[in-house]
């Protein structure tokens, strides 16, 4: 282990993140029933440019008026770059910062970016003396967002998790689809010619890079990592597959942009029973190698050491806290 000990985040379960337009009172309305671990209100792109002051009106509402049952909630504010940002910041958090626990910033660029909401959030803060602290998530969505994402990653002490948002970062790259998320045709190799003359096309996953670059940044600095959004709705399967090979790269949860995926989303972030019981085996077969004074041991004919002890206290400590939220 480094000297440096990495300060973890305050604890909370992030398997599914639903996003709720703040322009729709219909779906602000049916939020609170939502089965999501972290639900956000969305004041940014989902909310058309004549509509972001009735948006801002109708989450404040919503967040003083509705039984949000003790559900992590979350405001998405418009980008630094945009004059409505200032405005969400002060209204948002002087009406109703002792309803919400986190701040999402949209194409965070620079850590100065989180510096300016953190320096408004604390004034505010302090000023309507609310005891509970904002925490931020960060969307890290724009090249200039990746390039310094360990940078915004440490930029203050209320970051809770970072999150690829793929649609943006597609645009901004200039990445050749116009899709939200997802894999893409073009992004294959093809294999060599088998005996017969042919050859397979294999297709790769565009985001790889870019997710486990953020997972990096998230963990190295006691973040939680999530996937953005998959765009297509009637793609379960899809949307499935996106899920999971974020998750097996480190991502502890992922987006629902439709209340349809918020199950797939919380199923696919629980670690299922077999995971849980080849986790609790490892613990016990390698508490035995240390009472025989042995670092590895064999199970299931494959070595197992000392980090795989780590490995499976992550998963058991996962399952332990979404059997809490279930008792709760
Ligand atoms: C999310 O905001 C995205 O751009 O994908
Ligand atoms: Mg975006």
Not at 229 to 234: A, L, T, Y
Not at 237 to 263: F, N, T
Not at 268 to 294: C, F, H, W
């Amino acid at each position: 282990m480094s000297f440096t000990i990495v300060e973890q985040c305050p604890a909370r379960l992030n398997r599914s993140e639903l996003a709720v337009p703040g322009s729709s009172t219909k779906f602000l309305e049916k939020a609170p029933q939502s089965g999501a671990d972290v639900i956000f209100l969305d004041l940014e792109d989902a909310v058309a440019p004549d509509d972001k002051e009735q948006a801002r009106k109708n989450v404040i509402e919503a967040l003083n008026d509705f039984d949000w049952g003790g559900k992590t909630l979350s405001v998405r504010i418009n980008g630094l770059d945009t004059h409505y940002m200032y405005r969400d910041v002060v209204d948002v958090v002087e009406q109703a910062g002792d309803k919400i626990d986190l701040i999402m910033i949209p194409k965070a660029g620079t850590a100065a970016d989180i510096y300016a909401v953190d320096m408004l959030i604390t004034q505010i803060e302090i000023a309507k003396g609310y005891k509970k602290r904002i925490g931020l998530e960060m969307i890290i969505e724009t090249a200039l967002g990746m390039q310094n994402v360990h940078e915004i990653a440490a930029a203050s002490p209320r970051n809770e998790s970072l999150h690829f948002g793929v649609a943006d970062y597609a645009a901004s790259t200039k990445a050749r689809t116009t899709s939200i998320g997802g894999p893409h045709p073009e992004y294959h190799v093809l294999t060599d010619a088998d005996e017969a003359g042919k050859r397979e096309v294999h297709w790769g996953d565009v985001w790889h890079y870019a997710i486990a670059r953020m997972v990096v940044a998230a963990r190295a600095n006691g973040l939680r990592p999530l996937d953005g959004p998959f765009g297509d709705i009637k793609d379960p399967e899809g949307y499935k597959a996106q899920a999971m090979r974020a998750a097996v790269l480190g991502c502890e949860g992922k987006w629902a942009i439709h209340p349809s995926q918020v199950d797939l989303a919380n199923q696919l972030y629980s670690p299922s029973d077999a995971e849980v019981n080849k986790a609790t085996r490892i613990l016990e077969a390698m508490e035995q190698a240390q009472k025989e004074g042995k670092g590895a041991v064999t199970l299931d004919g494959r070595l197992i050491d000392i980090a795989s002890i780590k490995q499976a206290q992550v998963m058991i400590k996962k399952a332990e806290e979404i059997a809490a939220r279930r008792a709760g």
